[in-house]
């Protein structure tokens, strides 16, 4: 079993910068896609950014492209989510989760762990 631990949330004004963390414990980081996912209250999960195992494929939602920048440090057995130009459509709660495989990588279904979230809320 792997568990995820994501910190860095908090307040931000609006085209502010904020960086997300997540660190795993309890299996082969390497072995594992990374993604980030948020959810707003009311809504469903959505998916915001991906990384493969070794760190050489990234995929972005459209709505996230050109502003946030997923990263991994496998020494670290962490993954980032750096948020710049951030606006108040961001508001959510954002979770890291892991995957044994790429394909898939934009579907909740596919990842079996789960952070606990953190809370982004970006003001006008």
């Known amino acids: 079993q792997v568990l995820l631990v994501e910190s860095g949330g908090g307040l931000v004004q609006a085209g502010g910068s904020l960086r997300l963390s997540c660190a795993a414990s309890g299996g082969t980081f390497s072995s594992y896609a990374m ?3 948020r959810q707003a209250p009311g809504k469903e999960r959505e998916f915001v950014a991906a990384i493969s195992g070794n760190g050489g494929l990234t995929y972005y939602a459209d709505s996230v492209k050109g502003r946030f920048t997923i990263s991994r440090d496998n020494a670290k057995n962490a993954v980032y989510l750096q948020m710049n130009s951030l606006k108040p459509e961001d508001t959510a709660a954002y979770y890291c989760a892991a995957r044994s495989d790429w394909s898939g990588r934009v579907h909740t279904r596919g990842y079996a762990y789960w952070g606990q ?3 982004i809320t970006v003001s006008s």
Request: no cysteine.
């Open 35 to 37: 993604g980030w996912f």
């Open 117 to 119: 979230g953190t809370q």
